[in-house]
């Protein structure tokens, strides 16, 4: 059951690294188009050139929020791992206080 939790509270984690993973497959493509395009100078081109260039900016601002979204993921793992000890830690006391409570019901 606790793996399930987990499961479920990474699972929004697990998705923006797949997309992380999406902006530098992006990134690695258009390196390859600007390279072929380079290449060639017809005036067509400027066209491809200005696409390019938006792509590029798009591009930039994705990455910025990738690693925003990568900082706030890490900050909010880090706060679900202490609420999780923390929570751990009560349980495990009530445990041993229930037990200590039926000992002396018994005794």
């Given at each position: 059951m606790a793996e399930t939790n987990r499961n479920d509270v990474l699972k929004p984690f697990y998705q923006r690294a797949s997309e992380a993973e999406g902006v530098f497959e992006l990134k690695d493509r258009l390196s390859k188009l600007e390279a072929a395009l380079s290449s060639k100078?017809?005036?067509?081109?400027?066209?491809?050139?200005?696409?390019?260039?938006?792509?590029?900016?798009?591009?930039?601002?994705a990455e910025a929020e990738t690693i925003s979204?990568?900082?706030?993921a890490q900050k909010d793992i880090q706060?679900?791992?202490v609420e999780n000890a923390k929570l751990q830690y009560r349980v495990n006391h009530l445990v041993r206080a229930l037990?200590?409570?039926?000992?002396?019901l018994e005794a």
């Open positions: 100078k017809d005036s067509g081109n400027e066209d491809l050139l200005k696409m390019i260039s938006d792509l590029q900016s798009k591009l930039q601002h979204e990568r900082e706030k706060k679900l791992t037990k200590e409570a039926d000992c002396k």
